[in-house]
């Protein structure tokens, strides 16, 4: 059976002491479970060592929330993949779409990016997802399609077999909103579609593509349960370890209920 992956996004949140309180939390929580899922957390980049330093003594991955289309140089601010991965992080987050949004990543830019963390033996987790005009227009199929295909089709098969995909109705992140488990299963099975497509049916059934958009306890359950949703990309409730621990549980439960 194949198992779930969990990855909290603490996005833009946190001081240092809240991150050590929140992160020490979650590794006492899950320290005694006989984990089948596997749980990454993505802080922000100040906390990355801190995160990195308890994963090597637990039983979860540190991940980053982005990193630059370069490898060095003269890019103030940026940070590059070969940096995250002399940190020990092991999974990169790319393309969401607060990075699409608000600083104009375009498809080019997230295969950039992905082809770096490849390079460095990082799994991509990249993000495809329309906005709510899309859904409304009927547009949601063909938006994200575009999304997938030019971000990562262009990767040969050895390589595609690193990346997680993560599915994000963008009108569903942080509104309270999620998209209803018959969406959610919709569009999962029509990304791995396009997987199969591409790289053939063992291929599609091996990759990971995760749930983003206001999941949370309450309905983790009932999204994880979907045969074609392999899990969650979480972002509010990670900053909550009870929340946060829940959802593992609830991945958890939904592989040895199918």
């Given at each position: 059976?194949k ?13 240092f002491?809240?991150a050590e309180d ?9 320290e005694n479970?006989?984990?089948?899922t596997?749980v ?5 980049f ?14 979860f991955?540190?991940g ?14 940026e940070?590059?993949?070969a940096?995250?991965?002399?940190l ?12 699409r ?9 997230v295969?950039?990016?992905?082809d770096?963390?490849?390079?460095e033996?990082?799994i ?9 005009e ?6 949601h199929f ?10 990562l089709?262009?990767l ?6 690193h990346?997680v995909?993560?599915y ?6 942080g509104t309270?909103?999620?998209a209803t488990?018959?969406?959610a299963s ?5 990304i791995?579609?396009?997987v ?11 990759t990971?593509?995760?749930y ?5 306890a ?7 349960s ?7 990309l ?7 370890s ?10 958890e ?6």
């Amino acid at each position: 059976m194949k198992t779930k992956l969990v990855i909290g996004n603490w996005k833009m949140n946190l001081d240092f002491g809240a991150a050590e309180d929140l992160a020490t939390s979650i590794q006492e929580a899950i320290e005694n479970f006989n984990l089948k899922t596997e749980v990454a957390i993505c802080p922000p980049f100040p906390f990355l060592e801190l995160v990195t330093d308890l994963a090597d003594e637990s039983n979860f991955y540190a991940g980053a929330q982005n990193c630059s289309q370069y490898d060095n140089g003269a890019y103030t601010g940026e940070v590059s993949a070969a940096m995250l991965a002399s940190l020990g992080v092991n999974f990169c987050i790319v393309g969401h779409s607060e990075r699409r949004k608000l600083f104009n990543e375009s498809n080019e830019v997230v295969a950039r990016k992905v082809d770096k963390l490849i390079a460095e033996d990082l799994i991509p987790v990249v993000c495809c997802g329309e906005q709510l005009e899309d859904r409304k227009a009927g547009r949601h199929f063909e938006v994200v399609e575009k999304q997938v295909k030019e971000s990562l089709f262009h990767l040969a098969k050895n390589d595609f077999e690193h990346v997680v995909i993560a599915y994000e109705p963008v009108w569903a992140i942080g509104t309270g909103e999620t998209a209803t488990p018959a969406q959610a299963s919709e569009m999962h099975a029509f990304i791995r579609g396009l997987v199969e497509k591409k790289y053939g049916s063992e291929m599609a059934y091996n990759t990971y593509i995760l749930y983003g958009g206001s999941c949370n306890a309450k309905n983790a359950l009932e999204l994880f349960s979907s045969p074609d949703v392999d899990g969650g990309l979480i972002g509010g409730a990670s900053l909550k370890s009870a929340d946060f621990v829940e959802i593992i549980e609830a991945a958890e439960t939904s592989v040895s209920e199918n």
